[in-house]
């Protein structure tokens, strides 16, 4: 199917409908595992368990199975939740997770009723995993882990689990936004190592830090893939600043570049340098994230690759007053750039 001759409004049309009818017919393929659950049809084919039916008759992966067949449980205990799947509120995760802890309930010789069932899954509707995660461990009482533990492994590496509190996974998600541009899409591991190596860098000399350094790089080198090395992006730098982590929002004003008329050169000439409290005040204004509003009133919430953008950019006749400037995610400013007819470096 070639969908590149289609007009952009026509395609994201498609794919909307498209969406929905998945929604319906995954809602619809949860009714008929239960049923068929229900009859034990699964029996009648061979099959000793309606999993392995899944697996080996229809196909699924063993996740996608055991993710459906938990989500038709809960479904056959709250039958109206399937409004909710289809309109995509619920998904197969938050209703595999719930299920789980259900029958952890169950195990233990509590009971949940079904009352408390559609209540919860009402306060679970339209969350991100991790604020799933985390409405569930409030609400079944999960016990709170506190040890840590380090385990050598097989290639000298090193497999770590922590336990962080609220703040501190905060001020790390902070840290990971405000490096974006150099660490475009970093692991927890490449995030904590780039943070450690600055501080060496910081409190004993760029020279000392590169000698203790130099003996991993060659074995970094060996282990890392090229598809997973982390490649800055170009004119982006990090600023250390009393042993902070500075994000370069943006070298540039903004990233617009024009053709090579006199008059857009003179307006080019025009651009300037933010400096660091004009790019703060900026960031605070927009609460840290991008400014970019959709159609549907929705703003973009992005901390990804921050920028500071012209509103009205320079090629445009805009100025460089504090007032025409705005934070917007990198991929915001690209499609602006693109809508007005302007190329981005």
């Known amino acids: 199917m070639d969908l590149t001759l289609l007009p952009s ?52 992966s063993e996740d996608a199975a055991y993710r459906r067949i938990q989500a038709a449980r809960l479904l056959k205990k709250v039958p109206q939740v399937d409004k909710a799947i289809e309109s995509g509120s619920l998904n197969l995760t938050q209703l595999q997770n719930v299920q789980k802890c259900l029958n952890v309930e169950f195990e233990s010789g509590r009971k949940i009723s079904a009352q408390q069932t559609a ?49 501190q996974m905060k001020d ?7 490096l974006s541009h150099v660490l475009p899409n970093p692991s927890w591991a490449d995030l904590i190592s780039y943070l450690a190596k600055a501080e060496i860098k910081k409190r004993l000399g760029k020279d000392k830090a590169e000698f203790l350094n130099s003996s991993e790089k060659n074995q970094d080198e060996k282990a890392v893939p090229v598809s997973e090395k982390v490649v800055p992006v170009r004119n982006e730098k990090v600023s250390l600043n009393n042993g902070k982590c500075l994000n370069e929002i943006g070298k540039f004003a903004d990233n617009e570049m024009v053709g090579a008329d006199r008059g857009t050169e003179n307006r080019m ?31 973009c919430q992005s901390r990804y690759q921050l920028q500071v953008d012209h509103k009205v950019p320079l ?4 100025s460089n007053d504090m007032e025409n400037f705005r934070v917007l995610c990198r991929t915001h400013n690209l499609s602006e750039a693109r809508r007005m007819g302007i190329s981005s470096h």
């Open 9 to 60: 409004t026509e395609l994201l049309n498609r794919v909307e409908k498209l969406a929905r009818t998945e929604r319906k017919i995954t809602h619809l393929i949860l009714w008929h595992i239960v049923e068929i659950e229900s009859r034990r049809l699964f029996l009648d084919l061979g099959y000793t368990s309606l999993f392995k039916y899944m697996t080996a008759h229809l196909h699924y």
């Open 119 to 167: 209540n919860l899954l009402e306060q679970i509707q339209n969350k991100s995993s991790v604020e799933t995660q985390k409405i569930l461990a409030v609400e079944f009482d999960q016990p709170i882990q506190i040890h840590e533990s380090l385990k050598a492994q097989r290639d000298d590496s090193t497999r770590m689990q922590i336990i962080m509190t609220e703040d």
């Open 172 to 178: 790390l998600q902070h840290a990971k936004d405000l």
């Open 269 to 299: 000439s025009q651009r300037k340098y933010l400096n660091v409290t004009s790019r703060r005040v900026l960031l605070v204004k927009a609460n840290h994230c991008c400014e970019f509003v959709h159609k549907n009133g929705e703003r």
């Open 315 to 318: 090629a445009l006749g805009g």
